[in-house]
């Protein structure tokens, strides 16, 4: 196996995929701020997560989560201003966060459209590090983070063979896609693996191979970056519509 002890959770589509990841999200909150009196979540970008998102601004979670306790922050950001249709910043603004009082303050941005890129990442580990109150060093502990999963087994913006895989002290980098012809902005796998949990959300046929393959093939992390994701004391779940899980062969589908 190539990740450590994953939890499946699996469902007949993508719409019960997704309510059953905002009843997650909202338990995961709930116990957050009733310990600690906040809730720290990185969001994931690209369209899967676009209806949790949209649920999580309905009853019955909007009324769960006391939202003035929830600090956003992000995965991965593409390198556009924050109002372009690629933005995942715009995405989950649109899905979820205009329509919620959330104070300014919480909603840490990565500024993908800044010119000086090595900064914004700079500056984003800065801000993570002024939320925890920690400077350098063990990446702090984000409650949650989500993420999703490309065709070629990317994550967040760790892409294969890109440099941003061999970080092992950054919490953020700009990372070269050379098959994008572009940067992104992404949390590494060391910050990632520091969370309290990491939620994965698939939907679809079309994810299916790539799947098996980083859950079931090779340890190949290169070529799979996902596999990369290994929670260093925290828990790895991953939310599957069936079409996702049909060819796990440990998972029954
Ligand atoms: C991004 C995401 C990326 C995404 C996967 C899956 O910025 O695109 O962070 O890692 O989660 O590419 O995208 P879909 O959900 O659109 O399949």
């Known amino acids: 196996m190539s990740m450590s002890n994953p939890i499946f959770h699996v469902f007949p589509d993508a719409d019960q995929l997704s309510r059953a990841a905002a009843d997650e999200v909202a338990g995961a909150a709930e116990r957050a701020i009733a310990v600690c009196g906040r809730f720290t979540i990185a969001l994931s970008g690209g369209s899967t997560p676009r209806r949790l998102f949209q649920l999580l601004a309905e009853s019955p979670y909007r009324e769960r989560i006391r939202w003035p306790r929830v600090e956003f922050f992000w995965g ?84 294969p063979n890109t440099i941003a895989l061999e970080q092992t002290s950054h919490w953020v980098v700009a990372n070269h896609v050379q098959v994008k012809g572009t940067y992104r902005l992404t949390l590494t796998a060391p910050m990632i693996n520091r969370a309290a949990q990491v939620m994965f959300l698939l939907a679809g046929a079309d994810k299916a191979a790539i799947l098996a393959e980083v859950l079931e093939g090779p340890h190949d992390p290169q070529r799979l970056p996902s596999q990369l994701i290994r929670p260093t004391a925290g828990s790895l779940h991953f939310f599957l519509d069936q079409a996702a899980a049909a060819q796990l062969k440990r998972v029954k589908p």
Do not use: W
């Open 76 to 159: 991965d950001e593409r390198t556009v201003p924050p109002d372009h249709p690629d933005s995942n910043f715009r995405m989950a603004n649109e899905a979820l966060l205009h329509k919620l009082d959330i104070p300014a303050c919480n909603l840490h941005r990565m500024q993908g459209e800044r010119t000086d890129l090595a900064a914004a990442a700079r500056d984003y580990a800065a801000e993570i590090g002024r939320v925890f109150a920690t400077s350098a060093g063990v990446p702090p502990s984000l409650d949650l983070v989500l993420l999703g999963m490309g065709p070629e087994g990317h994550t967040a913006s760790l892409f």
